[in-house]
Nanobody, 115 residues
């Protein structure tokens, strides 16, 4: 069983920064993929960023150059550094961890960017 807990969300002005954290506990193995998704009100959940076990990353075009995904294996924590935030980044952000064909999700953290 894997548990994921996100934190770091909040209210920020346009152009500001936030760093989201996702702490993982439970049956973790060294080979897994972690990612961030987000869901804005009235919209479907969408991909934001992924960090594959080998270290490669990929980002949605809408956040490329502004967001950075990283992980600290010693702390079993995944981060999403968000810079130059825009009102359209407002959403609930979820982290997910995939290992052995199973995806685990956190409960989400709210990010609100005011104009």
């Amino acid at each position: 069983q894997v548990q994921l807990v996100e934190s770091g969300g909040g209210l920020v002005q346009t152009g500001g920064s936030l760093r989201l954290s996702c702490a993982a506990t439970g049956s973790l193995f060294s080979v897994n993929t972690v990612a961030w998704y987000r869901q804005a009100p009235g919209k479907q959940r969408e991909f934001v960023a992924v960090l594959i076990n080998g270290g490669s990353t990929n980002y949605a075009d809408s956040v490329k150059g502004r967001f950075t995904i990283s992980r600290d294996n010693a702390k079993n924590t995944v981060y999403l550094q968000m810079n130059s935030l825009k009102p359209e980044d407002t959403a609930v952000y979820y982290c997910t961890l995939r290992q052995f064909g199973t995806s685990h999700w956190g409960q989400g953290t709210q990010v609100t960017v005011s104009s």
